[in-house]
Protein backbone atom coordinates (compact mmCIF):
# COMPACT_ATOMS: atom_id res chain seq x y z
CA UNK A 1 0.00 0.00 0.00
CA UNK A 2 1.02 3.61 -0.85
CA UNK A 3 2.05 5.24 2.39
CA UNK A 4 3.37 8.61 0.86
CA UNK A 5 0.83 9.32 -2.10
CA UNK A 6 -0.63 12.75 -1.96
CA UNK A 7 -4.60 12.45 -2.90
CA UNK A 8 -6.41 15.05 -4.27
CA UNK A 9 -10.45 15.47 -3.52
CA UNK A 10 -11.40 18.39 -5.37
CA UNK A 11 -14.92 18.55 -3.36
CA UNK A 12 -15.98 17.14 -0.44
CA UNK A 13 -17.70 13.63 -0.73
CA UNK A 14 -19.40 11.25 1.37
CA UNK A 15 -17.25 10.14 4.37
CA UNK A 16 -17.33 6.46 3.81
CA UNK A 17 -15.11 7.42 0.89
CA UNK A 18 -11.89 9.56 2.62
CA UNK A 19 -12.20 7.35 4.94
CA UNK A 20 -10.91 4.65 2.51
CA UNK A 21 -8.53 6.97 0.93
CA UNK A 22 -7.26 8.18 4.36
CA UNK A 23 -6.18 5.17 5.55
CA UNK A 24 -3.79 5.01 2.53
CA UNK A 25 -2.19 8.41 1.70
CA UNK A 26 -2.74 11.85 2.57
CA UNK A 27 -5.94 13.16 1.45
CA UNK A 28 -6.49 16.88 0.55
CA UNK A 29 -10.29 18.21 0.80
CA UNK A 30 -11.54 21.41 -0.90
CA UNK A 31 -12.46 22.98 1.80
CA UNK A 32 -15.12 25.23 0.36
CA UNK A 33 -18.54 23.88 -1.09
CA UNK A 34 -17.82 24.76 -4.32
CA UNK A 35 -16.24 23.06 -6.95
CA UNK A 36 -12.53 24.29 -7.60
CA UNK A 37 -11.68 26.92 -10.19
CA UNK A 38 -9.39 25.74 -13.26
CA UNK A 39 -6.76 27.20 -11.82
CA UNK A 40 -7.10 25.95 -8.26
CA UNK A 41 -7.49 22.59 -9.99
CA UNK A 42 -4.35 22.46 -11.84
CA UNK A 43 -2.79 24.04 -8.80
CA UNK A 44 -3.92 21.34 -6.78
CA UNK A 45 -2.60 18.85 -9.49
CA UNK A 46 0.62 19.63 -9.31
CA UNK A 47 1.83 17.73 -6.56
CA UNK A 48 -0.81 14.98 -6.27
CA UNK A 49 -0.37 11.28 -6.87
CA UNK A 50 -4.21 10.93 -7.53
CA UNK A 51 -7.22 13.02 -7.95
CA UNK A 52 -10.67 12.37 -6.91
CA UNK A 53 -12.95 14.70 -9.13
CA UNK A 54 -16.34 15.72 -10.16
CA UNK A 55 -18.33 16.11 -13.63
CA UNK A 56 -18.01 19.80 -13.47
CA UNK A 57 -13.64 19.18 -13.45
CA UNK A 58 -12.36 19.36 -17.25
CA UNK A 59 -9.77 16.05 -16.92
CA UNK A 60 -7.56 16.82 -20.49
CA UNK A 61 -4.15 17.46 -21.68
CA UNK A 62 -3.80 20.65 -19.68
CA UNK A 63 -4.73 18.95 -16.99
CA UNK A 64 -2.39 15.90 -17.02
CA UNK A 65 0.42 18.48 -18.09
CA UNK A 66 -0.54 20.18 -14.71
CA UNK A 67 0.02 16.35 -12.93
CA UNK A 68 3.27 15.53 -13.79
CA UNK A 69 3.03 12.99 -10.57
CA UNK A 70 -0.23 11.62 -11.41
CA UNK A 71 -1.12 7.82 -11.07
CA UNK A 72 -4.75 7.67 -11.39
CA UNK A 73 -7.77 9.96 -11.92
CA UNK A 74 -11.33 8.61 -9.97
CA UNK A 75 -14.39 10.44 -11.42
CA UNK A 76 -16.84 10.86 -8.64
CA UNK A 77 -19.80 10.21 -11.75
CA UNK A 78 -21.03 7.42 -13.57
CA UNK A 79 -21.14 9.96 -17.03
CA UNK A 80 -17.49 10.79 -17.89
CA UNK A 81 -17.55 13.00 -20.99
CA UNK A 82 -15.55 15.76 -18.38
CA UNK A 83 -12.32 13.36 -19.20
CA UNK A 84 -10.60 13.03 -22.37
CA UNK A 85 -10.06 9.06 -21.97
CA UNK A 86 -7.98 9.06 -25.04
CA UNK A 87 -5.33 11.38 -23.63
CA UNK A 88 -5.18 9.62 -20.38
CA UNK A 89 -4.58 6.39 -21.68
CA UNK A 90 -2.16 7.86 -24.66
CA UNK A 91 -0.15 9.02 -21.14
CA UNK A 92 -0.97 5.60 -19.39
CA UNK A 93 -3.15 7.12 -16.85
CA UNK A 94 -5.79 5.04 -15.63
CA UNK A 95 -9.00 7.11 -14.96
CA UNK A 96 -12.42 5.44 -13.50
CA UNK A 97 -15.83 6.09 -13.39
CA UNK A 98 -18.61 5.14 -11.30
CA UNK A 99 -21.66 2.50 -12.93
CA UNK A 100 -23.97 0.62 -11.31
CA UNK A 101 -24.31 2.29 -7.81
CA UNK A 102 -26.64 5.08 -9.18
CA UNK A 103 -28.42 3.35 -11.44
CA UNK A 104 -31.49 2.60 -8.93
CA UNK A 105 -31.35 6.43 -7.67
CA UNK A 106 -31.34 7.95 -11.72
CA UNK A 107 -34.17 5.61 -12.42
CA UNK A 108 -36.57 6.82 -9.91
CA UNK A 109 -36.18 10.17 -10.39
CA UNK A 110 -36.57 9.79 -14.35
CA UNK A 111 -39.27 7.63 -12.98
CA UNK A 112 -40.86 10.72 -10.42
CA UNK A 113 -40.17 13.38 -13.22
CA UNK A 114 -42.37 11.65 -15.63
CA UNK A 115 -45.11 11.25 -13.15
CA UNK A 116 -44.67 14.97 -12.26
CA UNK A 117 -45.02 16.18 -15.48
CA UNK A 118 -47.40 13.77 -16.71
CA UNK A 119 -50.09 14.98 -13.80
CA UNK A 120 -48.98 18.84 -13.16
CA UNK A 121 -47.70 17.64 -9.59
CA UNK A 122 -45.06 20.88 -9.17
CA UNK A 123 -47.84 23.00 -10.44
CA UNK A 124 -50.60 21.57 -8.69
CA UNK A 125 -48.59 21.66 -5.20
CA UNK A 126 -47.78 25.55 -6.04
CA UNK A 127 -51.55 26.42 -6.75
CA UNK A 128 -51.64 24.90 -3.08
CA UNK A 129 -49.49 26.74 -1.33
CA UNK A 130 -50.29 30.30 -2.88
CA UNK A 131 -53.25 29.76 -0.87
CA UNK A 132 -55.21 30.38 -3.97
CA UNK A 133 -57.26 27.12 -4.76
CA UNK A 134 -60.99 27.61 -4.94
CA UNK A 135 -62.11 24.30 -4.60
CA UNK A 136 -62.77 21.10 -6.60
CA UNK A 137 -62.87 21.75 -10.24
CA UNK A 138 -64.21 19.01 -13.30
CA UNK A 139 -61.56 21.21 -15.60
CA UNK A 140 -58.36 21.47 -13.35
CA UNK A 141 -55.18 19.91 -13.80
CA UNK A 142 -55.77 17.35 -16.40
CA UNK A 143 -53.17 15.49 -16.88
CA UNK A 144 -51.98 12.27 -19.05
CA UNK A 145 -52.56 9.06 -18.01
CA UNK A 146 -49.35 6.85 -18.31
CA UNK A 147 -51.13 3.29 -18.10
CA UNK A 148 -50.48 1.18 -21.79
CA UNK A 149 -49.15 4.27 -23.43
CA UNK A 150 -45.29 3.75 -25.10
CA UNK A 151 -42.11 4.46 -22.96
CA UNK A 152 -39.81 5.37 -25.45
CA UNK A 153 -35.49 4.93 -23.33
CA UNK A 154 -32.77 6.91 -25.55
CA UNK A 155 -29.93 5.22 -24.56
CA UNK A 156 -31.03 1.88 -23.37
CA UNK A 157 -27.92 1.07 -20.92
CA UNK A 158 -28.10 0.16 -17.06
CA UNK A 159 -30.22 2.84 -16.21
CA UNK A 160 -32.77 2.91 -19.27
CA UNK A 161 -33.13 -0.50 -18.42
CA UNK A 162 -33.87 -0.08 -14.87
CA UNK A 163 -36.25 3.10 -15.92
CA UNK A 164 -38.11 0.22 -17.72
CA UNK A 165 -38.40 -2.26 -15.11
CA UNK A 166 -40.28 0.31 -12.95
CA UNK A 167 -42.66 0.75 -16.14
CA UNK A 168 -43.98 -2.58 -15.48
CA UNK A 169 -46.44 -1.37 -13.19
CA UNK A 170 -47.95 0.67 -15.65
CA UNK A 171 -48.22 -1.93 -18.44
CA UNK A 172 -46.03 0.25 -20.44
CA UNK A 173 -44.80 -0.77 -24.17
CA UNK A 174 -41.11 0.08 -24.73
CA UNK A 175 -39.01 1.05 -27.95
CA UNK A 176 -35.38 2.41 -27.59
CA UNK A 177 -33.41 3.80 -29.84
CA UNK A 178 -29.37 3.84 -29.52
CA UNK A 179 -26.89 2.14 -27.04
CA UNK A 180 -23.95 0.10 -28.35
CA UNK A 181 -25.48 -3.62 -28.63
CA UNK A 182 -29.11 -4.40 -28.54
CA UNK A 183 -30.67 -4.84 -25.03
CA UNK A 184 -31.16 -7.89 -24.62
CA UNK A 185 -33.38 -8.12 -21.24
CA UNK A 186 -35.64 -4.99 -22.85
CA UNK A 187 -36.11 -7.37 -25.97
CA UNK A 188 -36.86 -10.56 -23.93
CA UNK A 189 -38.70 -9.30 -20.78
CA UNK A 190 -40.87 -6.00 -22.13
CA UNK A 191 -40.95 -7.34 -26.09
CA UNK A 192 -39.12 -4.03 -26.50
CA UNK A 193 -38.55 -2.68 -30.25
CA UNK A 194 -35.42 -0.89 -31.17
CA UNK A 195 -36.55 1.96 -33.51
CA UNK A 196 -34.25 4.49 -36.03
CA UNK A 197 -34.61 8.08 -34.48
CA UNK A 198 -37.14 9.32 -36.60
CA UNK A 199 -39.58 6.37 -35.69
CA UNK A 200 -38.52 6.38 -32.33
CA UNK A 201 -39.66 10.03 -31.83
CA UNK A 202 -42.72 9.69 -33.72
CA UNK A 203 -43.98 6.25 -31.47
CA UNK A 204 -43.14 7.32 -28.41
CA UNK A 205 -45.45 9.23 -25.42
CA UNK A 206 -42.85 9.52 -23.00
CA UNK A 207 -39.32 9.92 -24.11
CA UNK A 208 -36.53 9.09 -21.13
CA UNK A 209 -33.16 10.22 -21.87
CA UNK A 210 -30.38 8.21 -20.54
CA UNK A 211 -27.56 8.70 -22.45
CA UNK A 212 -23.95 9.40 -22.43
CA UNK A 213 -23.14 12.77 -23.77
CA UNK A 214 -20.72 11.94 -27.07
CA UNK A 215 -20.30 13.27 -30.67
CA UNK A 216 -23.55 11.22 -31.25
CA UNK A 217 -26.27 12.54 -28.89
CA UNK A 218 -25.34 16.14 -28.60
CA UNK A 219 -28.33 17.97 -29.62
CA UNK A 220 -29.58 15.10 -31.08
CA UNK A 221 -33.01 16.35 -29.49
CA UNK A 222 -33.64 20.22 -31.31
CA UNK A 223 -36.01 21.83 -33.18
CA UNK A 224 -36.11 19.08 -36.35
CA UNK A 225 -36.54 15.92 -33.34
CA UNK A 226 -39.01 17.99 -31.54
CA UNK A 227 -41.03 18.49 -35.10
CA UNK A 228 -40.69 14.65 -35.34
CA UNK A 229 -41.72 13.88 -31.83
CA UNK A 230 -46.32 13.85 -30.59
CA UNK A 231 -47.76 16.91 -29.72
CA UNK A 232 -48.36 15.39 -26.76
CA UNK A 233 -45.07 13.68 -25.90
CA UNK A 234 -43.49 14.11 -22.79
CA UNK A 235 -39.55 14.16 -22.44
CA UNK A 236 -37.51 13.73 -19.60
CA UNK A 237 -33.82 13.81 -19.23
CA UNK A 238 -31.62 12.47 -16.40
CA UNK A 239 -28.56 11.97 -18.78
CA UNK A 240 -26.16 15.18 -19.68
CA UNK A 241 -28.05 18.34 -20.51
CA UNK A 242 -26.18 18.97 -24.01
CA UNK A 243 -28.01 15.77 -25.34
CA UNK A 244 -31.09 18.18 -26.07
CA UNK A 245 -30.71 21.88 -27.39
CA UNK A 246 -32.39 23.91 -24.60
CA UNK A 247 -33.34 26.95 -26.40
CA UNK A 248 -35.00 24.54 -29.33
CA UNK A 249 -36.67 22.93 -26.33
CA UNK A 250 -38.03 26.00 -24.81
CA UNK A 251 -39.49 27.07 -28.36
CA UNK A 252 -40.89 23.78 -29.31
CA UNK A 253 -42.58 23.48 -25.36
CA UNK A 254 -43.93 27.06 -25.92
CA UNK A 255 -45.65 26.47 -28.80
CA UNK A 256 -47.05 23.28 -27.99
CA UNK A 257 -45.21 21.06 -30.38
CA UNK A 258 -44.40 18.46 -27.69
CA UNK A 259 -46.54 18.72 -24.03
CA UNK A 260 -44.11 18.83 -21.22
CA UNK A 261 -40.62 17.96 -19.93
CA UNK A 262 -38.97 17.01 -17.08
CA UNK A 263 -35.55 18.37 -16.93
CA UNK A 264 -32.83 17.31 -14.14
CA UNK A 265 -29.37 18.16 -16.66
CA UNK A 266 -29.44 21.69 -18.64
CA UNK A 267 -26.83 22.11 -21.32
CA UNK A 268 -25.00 24.93 -19.51
CA UNK A 269 -25.12 24.00 -15.90
CA UNK A 270 -25.69 25.69 -13.11
CA UNK A 271 -27.99 27.95 -15.78
CA UNK A 272 -31.12 27.58 -17.97
CA UNK A 273 -32.02 28.29 -21.24
CA UNK A 274 -34.06 31.89 -21.30
CA UNK A 275 -37.51 31.40 -20.81
CA UNK A 276 -37.24 27.32 -19.18
CA UNK A 277 -38.29 28.29 -15.89
CA UNK A 278 -41.13 30.60 -16.61
CA UNK A 279 -43.06 27.58 -18.78
CA UNK A 280 -45.58 25.88 -16.93
CA UNK A 281 -45.10 22.45 -18.56
CA UNK A 282 -41.94 21.61 -17.04
CA UNK A 283 -40.41 19.95 -14.00
CA UNK A 284 -36.52 21.37 -12.86
CA UNK A 285 -34.33 19.53 -10.78
CA UNK A 286 -30.72 20.68 -10.02
CA UNK A 287 -28.74 17.66 -11.58
CA UNK A 288 -30.36 15.24 -8.16
CA UNK A 289 -30.62 12.05 -10.07
CA UNK A 290 -27.57 10.09 -7.95
CA UNK A 291 -28.73 12.03 -4.67
CA UNK A 292 -29.30 8.92 -2.45
CA UNK A 293 -27.26 8.22 0.74
CA UNK A 294 -27.01 4.61 -0.84
CA UNK A 295 -25.93 5.65 -4.45
CA UNK A 296 -24.00 8.96 -3.32
CA UNK A 297 -22.43 6.69 -0.52
CA UNK A 298 -21.69 3.73 -3.22
CA UNK A 299 -20.05 6.05 -5.19
CA UNK A 300 -17.39 7.45 -2.39
CA UNK A 301 -16.73 3.69 -1.76
CA UNK A 302 -15.72 2.91 -5.25
CA UNK A 303 -13.87 5.90 -6.60
CA UNK A 304 -11.89 5.53 -3.45
CA UNK A 305 -11.85 1.71 -4.48
CA UNK A 306 -10.73 2.86 -7.90
CA UNK A 307 -8.14 5.57 -6.84
CA UNK A 308 -6.50 3.09 -4.19
CA UNK A 309 -6.07 0.48 -6.94
CA UNK A 310 -4.32 2.66 -9.37
CA UNK A 311 -1.33 4.39 -6.75
CA UNK A 312 -1.22 0.09 -5.73
CA UNK A 313 -0.88 -1.01 -9.09
CA UNK A 314 -3.86 -3.25 -9.30
CA UNK A 315 -6.43 -3.42 -11.08
CA UNK A 316 -9.20 -0.73 -10.17
CA UNK A 317 -12.87 -1.69 -10.28
CA UNK A 318 -14.32 0.31 -12.86
CA UNK A 319 -11.38 1.42 -15.04
CA UNK A 320 -12.54 3.40 -18.67
CA UNK A 321 -8.99 2.24 -19.96
CA UNK A 322 -8.14 -0.96 -18.45
CA UNK A 323 -6.12 -1.50 -21.71
CA UNK A 324 -3.15 0.48 -19.87
CA UNK A 325 -2.93 -1.92 -16.70
CA UNK A 326 0.49 -3.89 -16.82
CA UNK A 327 1.49 -1.83 -19.51
CA UNK A 328 5.14 -0.96 -18.61
C1 LIG B 1 -23.32 10.89 -13.08
O1 LIG B 1 -22.91 10.07 -12.25
O2 LIG B 1 -22.90 10.92 -14.23
C2 LIG B 1 -24.39 11.83 -12.64
O3 LIG B 1 -24.70 12.77 -13.57
C3 LIG B 1 -24.06 12.44 -11.29
O4 LIG B 1 -24.37 11.53 -10.36
Known amino acids: MTTHARIVVTRAIPEAGLELLRQAATVWVNPEDRPLTRQELLAQAATAHGVLGLLTDRIDADFFDAAPLLRGYANYAVGYDNIDVPEATRRGIPVSNTPDVLTLATAELAFG ?31 TELTGKTLGIYGPGRIGTAVARLSRGFAMAIVTCGGRRPNEELVRDFGARALAFEDFLATADVVAITAPLNPQTRHAFNAEAFARMRPSALLVNTGRGPIIDEAALVTALGEGRIAGAGLDVYEFEPRMAAGLAALPNVVITPHIGSATDIARNGMATLAARNLLAMLEGTSPPTCLNPEILGRP
Do not use: Y
Open 113 to 143: LILAVARHIVAADGVMRSGNWSGWGPLQFIG
